[in-house]
C-alpha cells in the first residue's frame, strides 16, 4: 500500500517536526500517532486503540523492575556507601601513575552496580575525590574529566533502568541485557585506567601516585565496601542463575540498601532529617517512573500506527536494500545518535526512535543484545559532551559549592570540566570501537546463562 | 496593573496541586511497597516453599498506581521528557506561541484518550474481566486511567491558559506553567538529589 506508506511518512515528519519544536515527546507521539491511525482505519478504531494502549502497555510484569532500580539508585546516595568505597579504591590503586584518578574510576565502577544514574554518581563523587585530588596536587582537568565519565559507568554496569526499557521495547530477555552490560563496563574501566596511567607517565605534573599503605591497612579497608558486594551478588546471582526475576532481584537489592540507609541514619542519630530523604527519594523514584512509562505508552500509540502504515517494514527493507557495508550503515546509526543524544534525554532518544531503527539492526544480522550496549553506550557518551553534558555541569557545580582546602580553591570552572572530558571522551569511542570488532565481549557473559 | 487571569490560575493551582503531590506521593508508597512484596515472596518461596499465590497479578494490577495515577504532578513541574533545543533560546511571544500550541495539542489527545480509557475500563467492569491466578478483577485498575488522565487535562487547561496569559502580555510575571531550566538548573537539582548538598528539607514545588 503507497498510500499508507507515505501516510507514515508524513507522521514520521510531523513527529520530528513537534518534538524539534519542544512539544513533550509523549504528547507529540500521542497526537501522530491517534491522527495517525484516524487517517487510516477511522474514528472509532483510532480511538479503541488509543484508549486501551496507556493501561495494556504500561501494567506488564517485566516492565515492574524499572522503580525498583531507580529507587536502589536514590537510596544508594544516602547509605553512605561512597566515601569507603573511595577510601578502599585508593588504598589498593593509589600507588599506580595517576593513581587517585584510577582509584576514582573502580569506586565510581564499584557505585554504578548499586546505581543505575549517571549524573548522580558524578555529583557524588565530586565532592568525595575533587578534595582529596586537588590537595595532592592533581591537575583540575583530569580531576573533573575522570568524575565525569566515571559517571557513565552506572547505565552499562546492572542495575540500569535503560537496559530494561530497551530489552523490553525491543522484547528481548531483561536479564541477558543487564548480563550483557557488565564486560563492556568493565573494557570501559580497563580503557579509562590505561588512559590515566598512560597521561600521568607522560605528564607527571597531572597526578602522583600515593603509596604507603601496608596490607593490613588495605584489607581494613574492604569490609566498608561488603555491602556493594551483597547487593551485586543479589542482583547478579538472581539473573544468572534465574532463580529469582529481575523485578525480585530488584525488590531484594532495594531492601538491603534500604536496611543500610536506616542504619546509617541511626547511627547518626538523624531519622528526622531520614524522614525527610525517603520522601524526596521515593516521591523523586516515581516521577520518574512515571516521566518513563508514560513515554513508553505515548510512543506505543505511535508505534502501533507505523505498523499499519508499514513503516518499520519498509525502513528494515530499504536500508538492507542499500549497497553498502552494514558495518558502515551502523557506524552512521551510531553518529546519529550521538548527535541526536546531545540534545536529548537518553531514554527519551531510545524510545522514540528504536522502534524504526531497531528492525532495521536486526535486518542487517546484528545481535538485538549487542546493539543495546552499543546504543546505550552511545547515550552515555552524550552525558560528556558540550553543549548539554550534563555531568559536566554537575561536577562543575558540585565543585563551586566545596569549602576550599588550606589556600587550595577547590571549584573546577565548567570550561576545566569540558577540556578534561576530552581524553575520556576519546577512551569512550575507543571502546566503541573495540565492542564493534569483539561483539563477543558483550555476548559471552549472557549466553552463558542458565535457560 | 490587573490581572484578572493571573488571580484565577493562582486559585486553580492551589486547587489541583495538592492532589497531583498526592498522587505522586501514593504511587511512591507503592514502589516502597512493590520492593517489600518481593522481598516477602522471595522469603516465603525459598525459605518456606511457599510462594505467594498470585504475586504477579498483584503487581500488575498495582503497577498503574506507579505507571498513570501521577501523570498530572510530573506534567506540572515539566518533568515529561521534551527537546529545548529551540525553545530555549526563544523569548517573549514566539515562544508562548510555541507553548500554547503544544498544550493545545496535548489537550487534544487527552480529551480523546479519556473517554476512550473509560470505554476500556467500562468493558472490563461489565464483562467481570478477572486476573489469571487470584482472578481479582481489573477494572478498578483500568479505571484510574480516566482518572488520572482528567486530572491531566485539568492541569492541562490550567496551564494553556497560562500560556496564553503570556501570549497577550508577555510582561506579566509567570504563573502556573513549568519552569524552563538551563542545564546549570538540571545539574543543581541532581546534585541535591544525590544528597551532596546538606539540605534534606522536604522541597516546595
Known amino acids: 500500500m503507497v498510500d499508507a506508506f507515505w501516510i507514515g511518512i508524513f507522521g514520521v515528519g510531523m513527529l520530528i517536526a513537534l518534538v524539534v519544536v519542544g512539544v513533550r515527546v509523549y504528547i507529540a507521539a500521542a497526537v501522530v500517532g491517534f491522527l495517525g491511525l484516524f487517517v487510516l482505519e477511522g474514528w472509532d478504531?483510532?480511538?479503541?486503540?488509543?484508549?486501551?494502549?496507556?493501561?495494556?502497555?504500561?501494567?506488564?510484569?517485566?516492565?515492574?523492575?524499572?522503580?525498583?532500580?531507580?529507587?536502589?539508585?536514590?537510596?544508594?546516595?544516602?547509605?553512605?556507601?561512597?566515601?569507603?568505597?573511595?577510601?578502599?579504591?585508593?588504598?589498593?590503586?593509589?600507588?599506580?601513575?595517576?593513581?587517585?584518578?584510577?582509584?576514582?574510576?573502580?569506586?565510581?565502577?564499584?557505585?554504578?552496580?548499586?546505581?543505575?544514574?549517571?549524573?548522580?554518581?558524578?555529583?557524588?563523587?565530586?565532592?568525595?575525590?575533587?578534595?582529596?585530588?586537588?590537595?595532592?596536587?592533581?591537575?583540575?582537568?583530569?580531576?573533573?574529566?575522570?568524575?565525569?565519565?566515571?559517571?557513565?559507568?552506572?547505565?552499562?554496569?546492572?542495575?540500569?533502568?535503560?537496559?530494561?526499557?530497551?530489552?523490553?521495547?525491543?522484547?528481548?530477555?531483561?536479564?541477558?541485557?543487564?548480563?550483557?552490560?557488565?564486560?563492556?563496563?568493565?573494557?570501559?574501566?580497563?580503557?579509562?585506567?590505561?588512559?590515566?596511567?598512560?597521561?600521568?607517565?607522560?605528564?607527571?605534573?597531572?597526578?602522583?601516585?600515593?603509596?604507603?599503605?601496608?596490607?593490613?591497612?588495605?584489607?581494613?579497608?574492604?569490609?566498608?565496601?561488603?555491602?556493594?558486594?551483597?547487593?551485586?551478588?543479589?542482583?547478579?546471582?538472581?539473573?544468572?542463575?534465574?532463580?529469582?526475576?529481575?523485578?525480585?532481584?530488584?525488590?531484594?537489592?532495594?531492601?538491603?540498601?534500604?536496611?543500610?540507609?536506616?542504619?546509617?541514619?541511626?547511627?547518626?542519630?538523624?531519622?528526622?532529617?531520614?524522614?525527610?530523604?525517603?520522601?524526596?527519594?521515593?516521591?523523586?523514584?516515581?516521577?520518574?517512573?512515571?516521566?518513563?512509562?508514560?513515554?513508553?505508552?505515548?510512543?506505543?500509540?505511535?508505534?502501533?500506527?507505523?505498523?499499519?502504515?508499514?513503516?518499520?517494514?519498509?525502513?528494515?527493507?530499504?536500508?538492507?536494500?542499500?549497497?553498502?557495508?552494514?558495518?558502515?550503515?551502523?557506524?552512521?546509526?551510531?553518529?546519529?545518535?550521538?548527535?541526536?543524544?546531545?540534545?536529548?534525554?537518553?531514554?527519551?532518544?531510545?524510545?522514540?526512535?528504536?522502534?524504526?531503527v531497531y528492525p532495521a539492526v536486526i535486518a542487517l544480522g546484528y545481535d538485538p543484545i549487542w546493539f543495546g550496549i552499543i546504543v546505550v553506550k552511545m547515550a552515555e557518551i552524550c552525558l560528556i559532551t558540550p553543549p548539554i553534558g550534563l555531568n559536566c555541569f554537575v561536577v562543575a557545580g558540585v565543585s563551586r559549592d566545596l569549602q576550599p582546602v588550606g589556600d587550595r580553591d577547590m571549584a573546577i570552572p565548567l570550561q576545566d570540566v569540558f577540556r578534561g572530558i576530552g581524553p575520556f571522551f576519546v577512551a569512550d569511542v575507543l571502546t566503541v570501537i573495540v565492542l564493534l570488532l569483539l561483539p563477543e565481549i558483550v555476548l559471552w557473559l549472557p549466553n552463558q546463562m542458565a535457560q | 496593573m490587573k490581572d484578572p487571569l493571573g488571580a484565577l490560575l493562582r486559585r486553580l493551582d492551589a486547587l489541583v496541586t495538592p492532589i497531583e503531590n498526592a498522587f505522586n506521593l501514593a504511587a511512591g508508597v507503592l514502589i516502597f511497597a512493590l520492593m517489600a512484596l518481593g522481598v516477602l515472596q522471595i522469603v516465603l518461596r525459598t525459605i518456606f516453599a511457599a510462594p505467594l499465590l498470585g504475586y504477579i497479578d498483584i503487581v500488575e494490577l498495582s503497577m498503574v498506581g506507579f505507571a498513570v495515577l501521577a501523570i498530572a504532578f510530573v506534567q506540572r513541574v515539566g518533568g515529561h521528557v521534551r527537546m529545548e533545543l529551540l525553545v530555549q533560546k526563544l523569548h517573549g511571544r514566539p515562544l508562548w506561541f510555541l507553548e500554547t500550541l503544544g498544550s493545545g495539542l496535548a489537550i487534544f489527545v487527552v480529551s480523546v484518550l479519556i473517554p476512550y480509557s473509560y470505554d476500556h475500563f467500562y468493558r472490563a467492569f461489565e464483562y467481570g474481566d478477572s486476573t489469571i491466578d487470584l482472578e481479582l478483577a481489573t477494572?478498578?485498575?483500568?479505571?484510574?486511567?480516566?482518572?488520572?488522565?482528567?486530572l491531566l487535562l485539568v492541569r492541562l487547561g490550567i496551564q494553556f491558559l497560562g500560556y496564553v496569559r503570556l501570549l497577550i502580555d508577555p510582561t506579566l510575571p509567570q504563573l502556573a506553567i513549568p519552569e524552563m531550566k538551563r542545564p546549570e538548573e538540571v545539574a543543581a537539582d541532581e546534585i541535591r538529589l544525590a544528597g551532596v548538598t546538606d539540605d534534606a528539607k522536604p522541597r516546595t514545588k
Open chain 1, 45 to 356: 478504531v483510532a480511538g479503541a486503540i488509543a484508549g486501551t494502549i496507556p493501561h495494556s502497555k504500561t501494567v506488564t510484569y517485566p516492565l515492574s523492575v524499572l522503580p525498583l532500580f531507580i529507587l536502589i539508585g536514590f537510596l544508594a546516595f544516602h547509605a553512605g556507601l561512597t566515601g569507603k568505597l573511595f577510601e578502599a579504591a585508593r588504598r589498593w590503586l593509589g600507588w599506580v601513575p595517576g593513581g587517585l584518578a584510577v582509584s576514582t574510576v573502580f569506586a565510581s565502577a564499584g557505585f554504578a552496580a548499586v546505581s543505575g544514574a549517571s549524573t548522580a554518581t558524578s555529583a557524588v563523587f565530586s565532592r568525595v575525590a575533587i578534595p582529596d585530588m586537588l590537595t595532592n596536587g592533581y591537575s583540575k582537568r583530569l580531576t573533573a574529566g575522570v568524575i565525569a565519565a566515571g559517571g557513565t559507568l552506572a547505565s552499562l554496569i546492572p542495575p540500569s533502568a535503560i537496559l530494561v526499557i530497551y530489552a523490553i521495547l525491543v522484547e528481548q530477555s531483561v536479564g541477558k541485557l543487564l548480563l550483557a552490560g557488565l564486560l563492556p563496563g568493565v573494557v570501559s574501566v580497563f580503557i579509562y585506567t590505561a588512559l590515566i596511567i598512560g597521561m600521568c607517565v607522560w605528564r607527571p605534573e597531572l597526578g602522583q601516585a600515593s603509596s604507603g599503605f601496608t596490607w593490613r591497612e588495605r584489607f581494613a579497608s574492604l569490609p566498608g565496601s561488603f555491602p556493594i558486594f551483597i547487593v551485586v551478588g543479589i542482583i547478579f546471582g538472581a539473573l544468572y542463575t534465574g532463580v529469582a526475576t529481575p523485578t525480585e532481584a530488584g525488590a531484594l537489592g532495594a531492601a538491603v540498601v534500604f536496611a543500610l540507609y536506616v542504619y546509617r541514619a541511626w547511627q547518626q542519630r538523624d531519622l528526622k532529617q531520614m524522614g525527610f530523604r525517603l520522601k524526596d527519594a521515593i516521591t523523586e523514584t516515581a516521577k520518574l517512573t512515571i516521566m518513563i512509562f508514560t513515554l513508553i505508552w505515548g510512543v506505543f500509540l505511535f508505534v502501533r500506527f507505523l505498523g499499519f502504515a508499514g513503516l518499520p517494514n519498509e525502513f528494515a527493507n530499504w536500508v538492507v536494500g542499500l549497497d553498502l557495508p552494514p558495518i558502515l550503515i551502523m557506524v552512521c546509526i551510531l553518529l546519529a545518535y550521538a548527535v541526536l543524544g546531545m540534545f536529548m534525554d537518553a531514554i527519551g532518544m531510545l524510545i522514540l526512535t528504536l522502534p524504526v
Open chain 2, 139 to 150: 477494572w478498578p485498575a483500568k479505571l484510574v486511567v480516566p482518572v488520572a488522565l482528567t
